[in-house]
């Protein structure tokens, strides 16, 4: 099976393009277009597969799957979403359609999608950075992913169209799939959280999904999106989406191997991937005056439209179903975006701190509504981050403490605090100007409660540059971070699990019912 082989030395390129801080499925492409050259120097026969291709597009269904499961209308119904993805697509598409069919003697057709295939940055490498980073959950992460996923949904109804299939009339059976939404929660909710959780998602998004949907004249790929979109309210939908992860990327390895190994580039697809990539520039800049058109400040429009300067991965599956022959070209631009747009995000906040002051001057007086500064007013303590144990330390201080807030980077679940009767605010504690803009005279007490470390330093630290003098305390996991968080300027932080021992202890010496002496009443 030459298949298990191609993926292992794919797995190796990959590897070592992750050693150098590449996205690894550059290293794919590469593994690729190394076996086709394997190929034309010697007499060793080096071509896709039936199982390659089987493969490759049951990543592509995978891929729309775990899009749908993030795709909750309110992340994307807000106007710098909608309006800056769609603008931008517009403004992409009529500058680069005429280009391309002037300056490449094009049909008016084939340079009109190489212009949509270009218009879209990579859902892949922008989540994969603001993950690492930390920053899925602020502000302009939140916006470059609800961007992407309007691209998305974008390049899905380019892909339907482009397939030219027509629905037969069963395909109306389909505007009853929401009637299944209660049935699919509760599979969800007794498939547990091993691999009946992984099997539920396959089911889903390739048999009843995939096959579903072709069967009634409709595209594969609006199906697995459809059912992924139809969990994406519920409570475990994230759980699912992390349980496919892996195994998405295992089967889109396939995807990028199979357009390695359909031939080399030529000279002309070389210049063609020079040149969009010497234009990438204006991709993100356009995306920065977008943003900024919609009220952001110059540091939230900066690093979404940095996180946004790449071509896609989609832009590869829209080439693999209407331009099969602009694969190869296109594969080299997607791999060279990455190789420049990799690096640059993983210094974005050291960027912007160094262009800030021409930046700046570009933005609104006018702020957007999430991004006022915040005045703490009376307020004496102040829990940042109120997922499950900030929400739990809140509700046990308000009891006794009737001046208290909470702070938190995610408007979906400030909005859910706000309707249950908590006192709580949006605000991003990774944010510079957050802290510029925070007026807090009387607090007395803070508790860092956010999930990942790195807030937890930042806010330790700009909490004593403020000077603030009080009580600062944290949690984690690790002794090593605790360590961290001290030296930041926290003056205490507890493990997690230790304190979590020591409530269950106090419950059982508290509730443990008197048990009589055994000498008791002896004589």
Same mark, same amino acid.
């Given at each position: 099976?030459?298949?298990?082989?191609?993926?292992?030395?794919?797995?190796?390129?990959?590897?070592?393009?992750?050693?150098?801080?590449?996205?690894?499925?550059?290293?794919?492409?590469?593994?690729?277009?190394?076996?086709?050259?394997?190929?034309?120097?010697?007499?060793?026969?080096?071509?896709?597969?039936?199982?390659?291709?089987?493969?490759?597009?049951?990543?592509?269904?995978?891929?729309?799957?775990?899009?749908?499961?993030?795709?909750?209308?309110?992340?994307?119904?807000?106007?710098?979403?909608?309006?800056?993805?769609?603008?931008?697509?517009?403004?992409?598409?009529?500058?680069?359609?005429?280009?391309?069919?002037?300056?490449?003697?094009?049909?008016?057709? *084939?340079?009109?999608?190489?212009?949509?295939?270009?218009?879209?940055?990579?859902?892949?490498l922008a989540a994969k950075v603001?993950?690492?980073?930390?920053?899925?959950?602020?502000?302009?992460?939140?916006?470059?992913?609800?961007?992407?996923?309007?691209?998305?949904?974008?390049?899905?109804?380019?892909?339907?169209?482009?397939?030219?299939?027509?629905?037969?009339?069963?395909?109306?059976?389909?505007?009853?799939?929401?009637?299944?939404?209660?049935?699919?929660?509760?599979?969800?909710?007794?498939?547990?959280?091993?691999?009946?959780?992984? $099997?539920?998602?396959?089911?889903?998004?390739?048999?009843?999904?995939? $096959?579903?949907?072709?069967?009634?004249?409709?595209?594969?790929?609006?199906?697995? $999106?459809?059912?992924?979109?139809?969990?994406?309210?519920?409570?475990?939908?994230?759980?699912?989406? #992390?349980?496919?992860?892996?195994? #998405?990327?295992?089967?889109?390895?396939?995807?990028?191997?199979?357009?390695?190994?359909?031939?080399?580039?030529?000279?002309?697809?070389?210049?063609?991937?020079?040149?969009?990539?010497?234009?990438?520039?204006? #991709?993100g800049i356009l995306f920065f005056?977008?943003? $900024?058109?919609?009220?952001?400040?110059?540091?939230?429009?900066?690093?979404?439209?940095?996180?946004?300067?790449?071509?896609?991965?989609?832009?590869?599956?829209?080439?693999?179903?209407?331009?099969?022959?602009?694969?190869?070209?296109?594969?080299?631009?997607?791999?060279?975006?990455?190789?420049?747009?990799?690096?640059?995000?993983?210094?974005?906040?050291?960027?912007?701190?160094?262009?800030?002051?021409?930046?700046?001057?570009?933005?609104?007086?006018?702020?957007?509504?999430?991004?006022?500064?915040?005045?703490?007013?009376?307020?004496?303590?102040?829990?940042?981050?109120?997922?499950?144990?900030?929400?739990?330390?809140?509700?046990?201080?308000?009891?006794?403490?009737?001046?208290?807030?909470?702070?938190?980077?995610?408007?979906?679940?400030?909005?859910?605090?706000?309707?249950?009767?908590?006192?709580?605010?949006?605000?991003?504690?990774?944010?510079?100007?957050?802290?510029?803009?925070?007026?807090?005279?009387?607090?007395?007490?803070?508790?860092?409660?956010?999930?990942?470390?790195?807030?937890?330093?930042?806010?330790?630290?700009?909490?004593?540059?403020?000077?603030?003098?009080?009580?600062?305390?944290?949690?984690?996991?690790?002794?090593?971070?605790?360590?961290?968080?001290?030296?930041?300027?926290?003056?205490?932080?507890?493990?997690?699990?230790?304190? *979590?021992?020591?409530?269950?202890?106090?419950?059982?010496?508290?509730?443990?019912?008197?048990?009589?002496?055994? *000498?008791?009443?002896?004589?």
């Open positions: 099976m030459p298949e298990a082989i191609w993926i292992s030395f794919a797995f190796g390129l990959g590897l070592l393009v992750k050693a150098v801080g590449l996205p690894p499925l550059v290293g794919y492409l590469a593994a690729g277009f190394v076996l086709s050259g394997i190929s034309a120097a010697t007499d060793i026969t080096i071509e896709a597969t039936d199982v390659l291709a089987h493969i490759a597009h049951l990543g592509v269904l995978l891929l729309l799957f775990t899009v749908g499961l993030k795709l909750k209308l309110r992340s994307i119904i807000s106007r710098e979403v909608i309006g800056g993805s769609l603008l931008h697509f517009g403004i992409t598409c009529t500058v680069f359609t005429p280009g391309l069919y002037l300056l490449m003697d094009l049909e008016l057709k *084939t340079a009109f999608l190489l212009a949509i295939a270009l218009s879209f940055s990579s859902t892949v603001l993950e690492t980073k930390r920053e899925l959950r602020a502000f302009h992460g939140r916006v470059a992913i609800g961007i992407l996923i309007m691209q998305d949904l974008v390049a899905l109804v380019v892909m339907s169209l482009a397939a030219g299939q027509t629905p037969s009339q069963w395909a109306l059976i389909v505007f009853g799939l929401p009637l299944l939404r209660p049935l699919l929660y509760k599979l969800l909710d007794a498939s547990g959280h091993d691999e009946l959780l992984v $099997l539920l998602g396959l089911l889903l998004a390739l048999v009843v999904g995939g $096959l579903g949907f072709e069967a009634v004249g409709l595209s594969s790929e609006l199906g697995a $999106l459809v059912f992924g979109a139809m969990l994406a309210n519920h409570p475990r939908s994230q759980e699912l989406a #992390k349980s496919l992860w892996s195994v #998405k990327e295992v089967f889109l390895v396939g995807f990028f191997l199979q357009i390695g190994i359909g031939g080399l580039p030529d000279g002309e697809a070389m210049i063609f991937a020079i040149i969009a990539t010497l234009v990438l520039p204006l #991709k005056f977008l943003l $900024l058109l919609f009220r952001l400040r110059a540091r939230s429009g900066f690093l979404s439209s940095l996180s946004l300067t790449n071509y896609s991965e989609f832009g590869l599956i829209v080439a693999s179903v209407a331009l099969p022959e602009w694969l190869i070209p296109l594969a080299i631009t997607v791999s060279l975006s990455f190789v420049i747009s990799a690096p640059l995000n993983r210094f974005s906040h050291s960027l912007y701190e160094r262009f800030s002051g021409s930046l700046g001057q570009f933005e609104s007086q006018t702020r957007h509504p999430d991004e006022q500064p915040v005045s703490l007013g009376d307020t004496k303590v102040l829990v940042m981050g109120m997922g499950r144990t900030g929400t739990a330390a809140y509700d046990w201080l308000n009891e006794s403490e009737p001046a208290l807030i909470g702070l938190d980077s995610d408007p979906a679940k400030t909005r859910t605090h706000q309707e249950a009767g908590r006192n709580v605010v949006f605000a991003d504690a990774e944010d510079n100007t957050f802290w510029e803009g925070l007026h807090m005279p009387n607090v007395e007490a803070v508790i860092l409660a956010m999930n990942d470390i790195e807030g937890k330093l930042i806010a330790a630290r700009m909490l004593r540059k403020k000077g603030f003098k009080g009580y600062v305390v944290a949690h984690t996991l690790y002794a090593d971070e605790a360590k961290k968080i001290r030296e930041a300027g926290a003056d205490e932080a507890y493990l997690t699990m230790s304190e *979590t021992g020591v409530a269950l202890a106090s419950h059982l010496r508290d509730n443990q019912p008197a048990v009589p002496s055994q *000498t008791a009443g002896t004589i």
